[in-house]
């Protein structure tokens, strides 16, 4: 089976500091990474995406995430970060279910910006 | 490319009436489409595996006669709420995965029962 841990339910920051957003995944098979970002009452838009080749992803709005299969983690960074990513931050991993293949989310980040 | 469009984007019901929502796929054919639900502050959980043709494939716990899933056709899929109540107010996102390393998701429908 595979399952999706986000281990921090909210991240609070200051604007310009750095950020770090964990996942861990649980999987015995090669996997297909996600990171999305969610803007209140809106919809889900994808930051970035590890499938295979190499481990450091980059993705939109400066964020990048690592694929580390011996810690089975795909954690999101941020060097330095706005007041615009104060957001609902997801993991998903792709996973095979009965009807075919279908994304399953971890529960969620909250990341908090402030000046 | 690979626009998903979800309509509405709300929708407040009274309770015991149905309603019904709608997931297009604008510029690509989508055999297979999924909704989500979405609890405030919480994650989404996959409701059902719809594909075009076909009966939809719901996970565990969703209750097939409540949440009624049809894909007539490649572009279009529709998840009607029946006999809703309060208990259903919720965020319903469909997605679809116009790529084999991609997906699409709709910009979600608040529901809210009354």
């Known amino acids: 089976a595979q399952s999706v841990t986000q281990l921090d339910s909210q991240v609070p920051v200051f604007e310009e500091a750095p950020v770090e957003l964990r996942c861990n995944y649980s999987?015995?098979?090669?996997?297909?990474l996600f990171w999305y970002v969610q803007y209140p009452n809106q919809g889900l838009q994808l930051l970035l995406k590890y499938l295979s080749g190499s481990t450091l992803v980059k993705g939109i709005n400066g964020f990048e995430a690592e694929f580390n299969k011996s810690q089975t983690s795909f954690h999101l960074r941020k060097p330095s970060v706005h007041i615009s990513d104060t957001a609902e931050y997801f993991c998903a991993v792709s996973l095979t279910i009965v009807a075919g293949t279908a994304l399953i989310f971890g529960k969620g980040t909250t990341l908090s910006v402030s000046s | 490319g690979a626009v998903v469009s979800q309509h509405p984007s709300r929708v407040i019901c009274k309770s015991g009436t149905s309603v019904k929502i709608e997931c297009r796929s604008l510029?690509?054919?989508?055999?297979?489409m999924f909704w989500y639900r979405q609890f405030p502050k919480q994650s989404l959980m996959l409701m059902a595996t719809?594909?075009?043709?076909?009966?939809?494939?719901?996970e565990q716990g969703v209750e097939k006669d409540k949440f009624l899933i049809n894909h007539a056709s490649l572009t279009l899929s529709t998840l009607t709420v029946t006999s809703a109540h309060p208990e259903d107010s919720s965020f319903y996102i469909c997605s679809a995965r116009p790529y084999m390393d991609g997906y699409t998701f709709g910009s979600g429908t608040r529901l809210t029962v009354v």
């Open positions: 719809s594909n075009e043709g076909s009966k939809a494939t719901y």
């Open positions: 999987s015995s098979v090669s996997v297909y």
């Open positions: 510029d690509f054919q989508a055999t297979t």
